[in-house]
């Protein structure tokens, strides 16, 4: 195997960096590809910035693709990929805030499907995924608020339908606080609807699902040392949800925790 990579940054005004990239990758005797990528960042501000980036993408498959038991695929073929991204992000002492847009149009993309008895890979002719997140993070007084929230746009071009387990929305929130020496958070995070199998006259899906969670840490000096105590609850609406269809999520749990340092 092999892998060559070339890249510089060029600075244009000060406030302009253009940073090409050009790699070649040579894996056995079956994958050959040279890929390319330009970045172009753009300082606005001291806190204001955008990127654009843009190029092409390979991927080998890899050995668990090819020869995992059961369910391996030694007639993968490699993953290419042309893509698109544009960021402006904003930051300011503890606050900040990211707008992210992608674009990936993808030839033979390697995905793990579920078969009658077990997951097996397989390429999938053309595909195009699309998606803008939101993030940041903030603080009010005490409390620290971050999380993201992303809308996601898959296709199948062979089969014009969603890919399979692409939640078309999806996000997290954190909020934390310290109250005397206590610090105590909680936290959600969301997944939408998902398509596990493809179908007729509908497809097999698995409904959205919201799993809170909160948690409380303390820490003391014991003899120059760090003690950790912490206390966690996940799933506290005891929510019953599966990630993967047929392997269902463990319900309310409760986890404590020591550490010494």
Same mark, same amino acid.
């Given at each position: 195997?092999?892998?060559?990579?070339?890249?510089?940054?060029?600075n244009?005004?000060?406030?302009?960096?253009?940073?090409?990239t050009?790699?070649?990758?040579n894996?056995?005797?079956?994958?050959?590809?040279?890929? +390319?990528?330009?970045? %172009?960042?753009?300082?606005?501000?001291?806190?204001?910035?955008?990127?654009?980036?843009?190029?092409?993408?390979? =991927?080998?498959?890899?050995?668990?693709?090819?020869?995992?038991?059961?369910?391996?695929?030694?007639?993968?073929?490699? &993953?290419?990929?042309?893509?698109?991204?544009?960021?402006? *992000?904003?930051?300011?002492? &503890?606050?900040?805030?990211?707008?992210?847009?992608?674009?990936?149009?993808?030839?033979?993309?390697?995905?793990?499907?579920?078969?009658?008895? +077990?997951?097996?890979?397989?390429?999938?002719?053309?595909?195009?995924?699309?998606?803008?997140?939101?993030? !940041?993070?903030?603080?009010?007084?005490?409390?620290?608020?971050?999380?993201?929230?992303?809308?996601?746009?898959?296709?199948?071009?062979?089969?014009?339908?969603?890919? =399979? +387990?692409?939640?078309?929305?999806?996000?997290?929130?954190?909020?934390?606080?310290?109250?005397?020496?206590?610090?105590?958070?909680?936290?959600?995070? $969301?997944? !939408?609807? =998902?398509?596990?199998?493809?179908? $007729?006259?509908?497809?097999?899906?698995?409904?959205?699902?919201?799993?809170? *969670?909160?948690?409380?840490?303390?820490?003391?000096?014991? %003899?120059?040392r760090?003690? *950790?105590?912490?206390?966690?609850?996940?799933?506290?609406?005891?929510t019953?949800?599966?990630?993967?269809?047929?392997?269902?999520?463990? !319900? =309310?749990?409760?986890?404590?925790?020591?550490?010494?340092?």
């Amino acid at each position: 195997n092999f892998s060559g990579l070339l890249s510089t940054k060029i600075n244009i005004l000060t406030a302009f960096i253009v940073q090409p990239t050009l790699r070649m990758d040579n894996i056995g005797n079956d994958h050959r590809a040279l890929t +390319y990528n330009l970045d %172009l960042t753009w300082q606005q501000s001291e806190y204001l910035k955008h990127i654009i980036s843009g190029g092409n993408s390979f =991927r080998a498959p890899a050995f668990n693709d090819m020869y995992w038991t059961p369910g391996g695929n030694a007639d993968l073929k490699p &993953e290419k990929a042309s893509k698109f991204m544009a960021v402006t *992000s904003w930051h300011q002492n &503890e606050h900040n805030a990211d707008l992210t847009f992608r674009f990936i149009k993808s030839k033979d993309l390697i995905q793990w499907i579920p078969g009658p008895i +077990y997951w097996y890979p397989e390429n999938i002719a053309e595909t195009l995924r699309k998606n803008v997140t939101a993030s !940041g993070s903030m603080s009010i007084s005490t409390f620290t608020i971050s999380g993201f929230i992303t809308r996601l746009w898959t296709r199948d071009l062979k089969q014009e339908k969603a890919l =399979r +387990y692409a939640p078309e929305l999806s996000g997290n929130l954190h909020i934390r606080t310290q109250i005397n020496k206590l610090n105590i958070g909680i936290a959600g995070r $969301y997944n !939408g609807v =998902r398509i596990t199998m493809y179908d $007729y006259p509908e497809d097999a899906t698995l409904p959205p699902h919201f799993i809170p *969670s909160i948690f409380v840490h303390r820490n003391f000096m014991i %003899l120059k040392r760090q003690l *950790s105590l912490g206390l966690s609850a996940d799933n506290i609406l005891d929510t019953q949800f599966e990630t993967i269809k047929g392997y269902p999520e463990p !319900g =309310r749990s409760f986890n404590f925790t020591i550490t010494l340092k």
